[in-house]
């Protein structure tokens, strides 16, 4: 189905050492996770191995009948690289290469869409800001703009409101929401447990292994948390 992310028994390695180990879950098309688990969890390891980016050790990922680009990453802002001389605009465009190719234009209907997303972030008037000169929330802001310019059936979202401020959270939530309401599957790594609780209907608790998967609110129960942190 589309839209439908199955792990079963998965298991990824990193230099030889199992970073993610016996992990089992379905997200639903239209479903929106979190997952949650301390530092060392392995939550990136199993976002990048949904996205292709992580190969698997053991057990297997079904991605169902996606499309190519059908699964857009967003990943922690942290780790890019933002010296590079680049436009909003263009860091934008990026999000269309899965469908279009990285060799083939935008077109002028191209360039309205990436207008339009950079003013659905809030980033009206930004195009020929250089990306380095961004502030954590503008650049955060620009990468959910990216994703929209994707247009992807699913949408992995790794820290997404990580260092930024309360405006941005609220914001880019609502854009989260929007997307679920539009059918997308969204799963998202999050470290803040009353977020989790409150915006995020199933969550899957990890430490490496799998500790919890279901309902927010049984998963986030004390004991689960305990072995979490153990």
Do not use: Y
Request: proline share 5%.
């Amino acid at each position: 189905m589309r839209g439908a992310i199955t792990v079963d028994r998965l298991t990824c390695r990193h230099g030889g050492v199992a970073v993610l180990e016996d992990v089992s879950a379905r997200f639903a098309p239209g479903s929106l996770t979190a997952v949650a688990g301390p530092n060392g969890a392995g939550k990136t390891t199993l976002l990048r191995a949904i996205a292709g980016l992580h190969p698997v050790a053991a057990g297997l990922i079904d991605r169902g009948a996606l499309p190519p680009g059908g699964i857009a990453l967003l990943p922690q802002s942290a780790i890019l690289d933002r010296s590079f001389p680049l436009t909003a605009a263009d860091a934008v465009a990026l999000g269309a290469w899965p469908r279009i190719g990285a060799f083939r234009g935008l077109g002028a209907a191209g360039e309205r869409q990436v207008a339009a997303a950079l003013t659905e972030v809030g980033l009206a008037g930004s195009a020929r800001k250089l990306i380095g000169t961004l502030s954590a929330g503008q650049f955060q802001r620009l990468l959910f703009a990216r994703v929209i310019m994707q247009d992807a059936p699913v949408i992995l979202l790794d820290e997404p409101f990580n260092a930024v401020d309360a405006a941005t959270v609220a914001d880019l939530l609502a854009l989260v929401r929007q997307w679920h309401a539009a059918g997308r599957t969204v799963i998202a790594v999050l470290h803040d447990l009353d977020l989790i609780a409150a915006q995020f209907p199933q969550t899957l608790l990890l430490a490496r292994r799998q500790v919890a998967w279901g309902r927010t609110a049984e998963v986030l129960a004390p004991a689960n948390l305990r072995r979490a942190a153990a």
